[in-house]
């Protein structure tokens, strides 16, 4: 089973300072690397993604690094700001096509403090 | 365009009763998911459809749990009997089809098993 690793499992941030989440995995035969971001009572939502022919891709302040060699991609928020209090799931897919699935990091909780 | 609309929004059952949760996706997505999410914790994939056939089901519980999506639109969960560990949120997410990856969620179904 293909695994994708999250840390931190939570984190604080000051508002204006810079929000770093990882993810690593196990396979690099992956074509897609999302973040989702989920409000307290809704469903995620996709935040940003990024194929792996490019090393980095913003977005207004947030940011995927993706590090082919270290099988890590990264997000991360710049002049964080109260409202992206939340939690971000990275997630790998798994088969192409229509049949595609996606398998789902544990999460970070993220606040940040006015 | 509206969203992934589902019912009810909470569910307060007793162990051992029966349960069941409704979905209706954006128009026109071929694939709809349903996803099991303990508090947390990532979203757990339960059983994927590609219009009203089964192409993932192998995470769902099927002593207890079902699903059917007979038309290819909207789509029923059914938990039966429930346990005290399906206190969950149920989401459900469409996606259009092969050149979409963005997966679009419902505000999802929050169950307690009393």
């Known amino acids: 089973q293909q695994q994708v690793k999250q840390s931190p499992q939570s984190l604080i941030v000051q508002k204006g300072g810079i929000s770093i989440i990882n993810c690593a995995y196990e396979n690099t035969a992956f074509d897609y690397f999302p973040w989702y971001q989920q409000f307290p009572g809704k469903g995620p939502a996709l935040l940003i993604a990024?194929?792996?022919d490019v090393s980095e891709k913003k977005e207004g302040r947030f940011t995927i690094s993706f590090n082919k060699s270290a099988k890590q991609f990264s997000l991360h928020i710049m002049d964080s700001q109260p409202g992206d209090s939340a939690t971000y799931f990275c997630a790998l897919p798994k088969r192409p096509g229509n049949n595609r699935k996606l398998i789902w990091g544990l999460g970070t909780s993220l606040a940040v403090n006015p | 365009e509206a969203g992934v609309a589902q019912s009810p929004r909470y569910k307060i059952i007793e162990k051992r009763q029966s349960v069941a949760f409704w979905c209706n996706p954006i128009?026109?997505?071929?694939?709809l998911y349903w996803y099991q999410q303990i508090l947390g914790q990532g979203p757990k994939l339960l059983i994927q459809?590609?219009?009203?056939?089964?192409?993932?089901d192998s995470q769902l519980p099927k002593d207890r749990f079902s699903a059917e999506r007979l038309k290819g639109v909207d789509s029923t969960l059914k938990i039966q009997p429930a346990k005290l560990e399906d206190s969950a949120v149920y989401l459900c997410a469409s996606r259009a089809g092969t050149s979409e990856e963005t997966q679009y969620f419902g505000p999802g179904t929050r169950l307690l098993v009393l």
């Open positions: 990024i194929r792996p």
């Open positions: 128009s026109g997505h071929a694939t």
């Open positions: 459809f590609q219009n009203n056939g089964v192409v993932d």
